[in-house]
């Protein structure tokens, strides 16, 4: 069977113009089939305005005049376009059982303790948890901190090793990235001059003398 818009509507459409029988209309319409003879007898959908699923598009003539030959047969339905507009395209949220939900404190705790790189962003998003919960954990006050021990998450089954090694390198890159920033700015040059330094001495070369020394220079005259 194929969901169809407006079924009490359409129902009672049947019922008024059709000569099928309740459980034929209940199949098409995915309702009950007493609900369908409550529908006949006035007791449902009284203020419902009956809708012609041919004119809508949701069932051919060809299907109608097959089911009201036949009371064994079985409608089907048209695929509605309006019916696939109002799909939601938006993936259902992850779905964590109640028994594994413990499990996230634990994560954290692995993340806080190994890579402390990681923003609490991050693993927010990568865990499904909020920043209040990592806070409490990081601080220890969270409600069961007494029992709550560093455990890989991809030991736990909440995320998959590839989307791990993904993140803890972003976060590294990044954490690398701004102490380069950082610690930069305040390296110095090995070859840069220092100010004020002392100048180098250079000893005063001596004078040299016009002739060489004597035995009476030296010593002097005996006189």
């Avoid at 034929?24 to 003879?37: K, S, T, W, Y």
């Avoid at 028994?99 to 499904?128: C, Y």
């Avoid at 590294?172 to 305040?186: C, E, I, N, W």
């Avoid at 001495?201 to 002097?220: D, K, L, N």
Wanted: charged content about 30%.
């Amino acid at each position: 069977m194929t969901d169809i818009l407006m079924p009490k509507a359409t129902a009672v459409w049947m019922v008024d113009n059709t000569s099928l029988t309740f459980e034929q209309i209940a199949d098409f319409c995915g309702l009950h089939p007493l609900e369908v003879r409550g529908i006949a007898d006035g007791d449902v959908a009284r203020d419902i305005r009956g809708v012609d699923p041919i004119t809508g598009g949701q069932l051919t003539r060809e299907e109608l005049d097959k089911a009201q030959a036949d009371s064994n047969y079985r409608m089907k339905a048209v695929v509605s376009r309006h019916a696939e507009l109002l799909k939601s395209a938006k993936p259902a949220p992850k779905y964590t059982p109640v028994s594994r939900r413990q499990d996230r404190p634990d994560a954290i705790m692995w993340f806080v303790k190994n890579h402390p790189e990681v923003t609490d962003a991050q693993i927010s998003k990568l865990l499904g948890t909020t920043k209040a919960t990592i806070e409490t954990v990081r601080n220890r006050t969270h409600w069961n901190s007494a029992n709550i021990k560093a455990v890989d998450p991809v030991t736990l089954g909440l995320v998959g090793q590839l989307a791990l090694d993904e993140l803890v390198k972003k976060a590294a890159d990044k954490k690398a990235k701004d102490d380069a920033k950082r610690g930069g700015a305040t390296l110095q040059a090995v070859d840069a001059p220092v100010e004020d330094a002392e100048p180098e001495f250079v000893p005063e070369e001596r004078e040299r003398r016009g002739a060489e020394p004597t035995a009476e220079s030296v010593f002097g005259s005996r006189d």
